[in-house]
């Protein structure tokens, strides 16, 4: 299957770069990404005209794209173009304003991190990539952005927690807020079945570990206020019932 020409990209949404226009070259059929239409006063005014189908979905794209989806439509666009592919973590937390929040549910991640691997040889708690950690978050917490962290772990815990725990003080240092959360103390609260990074309460990145912890490359990106809404509150009653790191000693 030939691939689609693209076209264009809205670069006032710097945090997801979702707005874009794209042309089947074989057809010269268009193609919009854009934000799902959930304003009810909108979609009554679309509806009034025509129904959208359980299949269908009526998309938003900004003014500031007419000159793409002209190109698109005339065909007078330059071949060749390439959009910015899929946001770095950097740019998501470049372009954050207000808040950022992780959260981890895992017991265990990547085992074969050398550093960790070291530790449990001999104790080393030493760990070279705080350095740059503490630039890219630290530059962030220092324009204003509240970084929090929050760590759902079992208990007894595992050697790569305790590991986590033995070089928190980086996250610290970095400027985050970090709370430990012991499983048995949520287990009446709902959470999601993936480790996540939520950027100003308006997108979500979800990212997905294999069985043996180590990161598959795979993230879902969502920006529908509508699934994000119960994100938010679902993170803040887990919040709510997290211990400081200063006060969590791994059992």
């Not at 299957?1 to 990209?9: I, K, Q, S």
């Not at 707005?19 to 679309?46: H, K, M, N, S, W």
């Given at each position: 299957?030939?691939?689609?020409?693209?076209?264009?990209?809205d670069d006032g949404s710097p945090s997801n770069k979702c707005?874009?226009?794209?042309?089947?070259?074989?057809?010269?059929?268009?193609?919009?990404?854009?934000?799902?239409?959930?304003?009810?006063?909108?979609?009554?005014?679309?509806t009034k005209h025509t129904s959208i189908a359980d299949d269908e979905t009526a998309v938003w794209l900004p003014p500031e794209e007419v000159p793409d989806i002209l190109?698109?439509?005339?065909?007078?666009?330059?071949?060749?173009?390439?959009?910015y592919g899929e946001p770095t973590f950097e740019a998501l937390l470049?372009?954050?304003?207000?808040?950022?929040?992780h959260l981890e549910a895992r017991d265990t991640y990547d085992a074969t991190d050398p550093a960790f691997v070291?530790?449990?040889e001999d104790g080393d708690t030493g760990y070279e990539a705080w350095e740059g950690w503490k630039t890219l978050v630290g530059g962030a917490v220092g324009?204003?952005?509240?970084?929090r962290r929050l760590r759902i772990v079992s208990e007894p815990v595992s050697d790569y927690i305790r590991w986590e725990h033995a070089i928190s003080?980086?996250?610290?240092?970095?400027?985050?807020?970090?709370?430990?959360?012991?499983?048995h103390l949520a287990f009446d609260l709902p959470h999601p079945v993936a480790d996540f990074f939520m950027y100003d309460q308006r997108l979500v990145a979800y990212n997905f570990t294999a069985g043996d912890g180590t990161d598959t490359?795979?993230?879902?990106?969502?920006?529908?206020?509508?699934?994000?809404?119960?994100?938010?509150?679902?993170?803040?009653?887990?919040?709510?019932?997290?211990i400081p790191h200063a006060d969590y000693k791994p059992a």
């Open positions: 299957m030939e691939e689609l020409d693209f076209v264009g990209m707005i874009a226009v794209f042309v089947d070259p074989a057809t010269g059929a268009p193609y919009f990404v854009g934000r799902t239409v959930v304003d009810q006063e909108a979609l009554a005014r679309l190109e698109a439509l005339t065909r007078t666009y330059e071949k060749g173009r390439e959009g470049d372009s954050s304003v207000r808040s950022v929040v070291k530790w449990k324009r204003g952005v509240r970084f003080y980086g996250n610290v240092e970095a400027g985050e807020e970090l709370r430990w959360l012991p499983r490359g795979r993230m879902e990106y969502v920006t529908d206020p509508r699934s994000i809404l119960p994100v938010v509150g679902m993170f803040e009653m887990l919040w709510e019932r997290g």
